[in-house]
Nanobody, 123 residues
């Protein structure tokens, strides 16, 4: 499966952004989907994941209550709605697809990665 993330940009603290990830290739509903993020010099960290049918979601504590992950299997899309953004949310955000696991919060739980989209939150 190929993944293409988009929607990043510059936003002021307290603002909102919606990231999108378009998938192509094999049936999208075969994959658990997730968002991770990475800043220079740090490891890529888990943000949120959603199960194949969208019935289960898991969030990192640092985004819980502010971010929401969703998916549209007919359109082969996954989204990350980010509200109440903080400067520390600044990062490159990556979408990922996993074949075998559900609700995985680790990098190894995902087999395919998009190219990343930059989110910059100014103070």
């Amino acid at each position: 499966v190929q993944l293409q993330a988009s929607g990043g940009g510059l936003v002021q603290a307290g603002g909102s952004l919606r990231l999108s990830c378009a998938a192509s290739g094999r049936p999208f509903s075969n994959y658990a989907m997730a968002w991770f993020r990475q800043t220079p010099g740090k490891e890529r960290e888990f943000v949120a994941t959603i199960s194949r049918n969208g019935g289960s979601t898991v969030y990192a504590d640092i985004v819980k209550g502010r971010f929401a992950i969703s998916r549209d299997n007919d359109r082969k899309m996954v989204y990350l709605q980010m509200n109440s953004l903080k400067p520390e949310d600044t990062a490159v955000y990556y979408c990922a697809a996993g074949t075998y696991y559900t609700d995985s919060t680790v990098l190894e739980g995902y087999d395919y990665w998009g190219q990343g989209t930059l989110v910059t939150v100014s103070s």
